[in-house]
T-cell receptor, first 115, second 112 residues
Framework: EPEVTQTPSHQVTQMGQEVILRCVPISNHLYFYWYRQILGQKVEFLVSFYNNEISEKSEIFDDQFSVERPDGSNFTLKIRSTKLEDSAMYFC?????????????FGPGTRLTVL | DQQVKQNSPSLSVQEGRISILNCDYTNSMFDYFLWYKKYPAEGPTFLISISSIKDKNEDGRFTVFLNKSAKHLSLHIVPSQPGDSAVYFCAAKGSAGNNLFFGTGTRLTVIP
């Protein structure tokens, strides 16, 4: 069964460093998402991406964040200058073939620890 | 931001009995609702969904009920199995956007 994959599973970084989290969505899906879950809190939407551009973003997704689909299979989330409060599980998701998809399929997550 | 609420952080049920997980929402613009199951160190796994034009959707042991007037949905698992033990998240989506709003989750423990 096709699945979303994410690498690395765990990333440790120093505050102020840049990190790139990688995802391979389900092939032939058209919509891609990043969510995060801070320990003990709910899963929160960050950004959605369709047709090579951001379609929606939350207020969490500020100028420190960017997304890219560099090669037609990978989908990346970059945090330019990490802060302590960026420590969280980051989940990639993908959905749809048509605009009426609704079910989003999630990857296993990357645990980001900022020291 | 408490648009989707799961007021029970945990639930314990005997194997073979029914598990009922509840979810409330406040935004009347939500038109699609989903339930996800999550094991530790894994991502949420899609279980079942329901459109706001329906009041029930069934898939095997899982049934989701939607009461729009009460802004309430529930997930029924019958019969419950030990492998169902996980955290269950309710999520909702509006017609205008793609992002999902999640509840805080309910940890279900099915006792053998």
């Amino acid at each position: 069964e096709p699945e979303v994959t994410q690498t690395p599973s765990h990333q440790v970084t120093q505050m102020g460093q840049e990190v790139i989290l990688r995802c391979v969505p389900i092939s032939n899906h058209l919509y891609f998402y990043w969510y995060r879950q801070i320990l003990g809190q709910k899963v929160e939407f960050l950004v959605s991406f369709y047709n090579n551009e951001i379609s929606e973003k939350s207020e969490i997704f500020d100028d420190q964040f960017s997304v890219e689909r560099p090669d037609g299979s990978n989908f990346t989330l970059k945090i330019r200058s990490t802060k302590l409060e960026d420590s969280a599980m980051y989940f990639c998701a993908s959905s749809g073939k048509t605009f009426t998809y609704n079910e989003q399929f999630f990857g296993p997550g990357t645990r980001l620890t900022v020291l | 931001d408490q648009q989707v609420k799961q007021n029970s952080p945990s639930l314990s049920v005997q194997e073979g009995r029914i598990s009922i997980l509840n979810c409330d929402y406040t935004n009347s613009m939500f038109d699609y609702f989903l339930w996800y199951k999550k094991y530790p160190a894994e991502g949420p796994t899609f279980l079942i969904s329901i459109s706001s034009i329906k009041d029930k959707n069934e898939d095997g042991r899982f049934t989701v009920f939607l009461n729009k007037s009460a802004k309430h949905l529930s997930l029924h698992i019958v019969p419950s199995q030990p492998g169902d033990s996980a955290v269950y998240f309710c999520a909702a989506k509006g017609s205008a956007g793609n992002n999902l709003f999640f509840g805080t989750g309910t940890r279900l423990t099915v006792i053998p």
